[in-house]
């Protein structure tokens, strides 16, 4: 089963202004996360994740009355905004959530598991 792994991070820990240069802090947590990744490959249960820009250079596609629309920027006051995302192919729920765990406990920030509809969802 495939998992997609959703990391949220404080929306005032992330400054647009220093978006682009890395904490000390965020490199080392990064390096323990990548050896983690390592694991993951090895044992055949990673298949991708991926960083995303910070909030304010995001777009926003919605129907509304005149037609579709795209908007800039974050709309809503968040305290958590989506920071990255990651797959992961398991046997189980239970594994994806003892991988997850070893993340939190690494970065410290909270990891949503959702499980990614295969090909019998419109069966």
């Known amino acids: 089963m495939k998992y997609l792994l959703l990391s949220y991070t404080p929306a005032a820990a992330w400054d647009a202004a220093t978006a682009d240069t890395a904490s000390e802090e965020a490199l080392a ?23 995303l820009g910070h909030p304010v250079v995001s777009t926003t596609v919605r129907k509304g009355a ?43 920030e ?4 959702r499980p990614i509809m295969g090909d019998d969802f419109g069966a």
């Open 29 to 51: 947590a990064f390096a323990v996360y990548q050896k983690f990744e390592e694991e993951l490959r090895a044992s055949g249960e990673f298949v991708t994740s991926e960083g």
């Open 66 to 108: 005149d037609g579709v629309v795209a908007t800039d920027g974050p709309f809503a006051e968040l305290k958590e905004v989506l920071a990255s995302f990651a797959v992961i192919e398991v046997a189980s729920h239970e594994r994806a959530v003892e991988i997850v765990g070893r993340i939190v406990e690494v970065l410290g």
């Open 110 to 113: 909270p990891i949503e598991i």
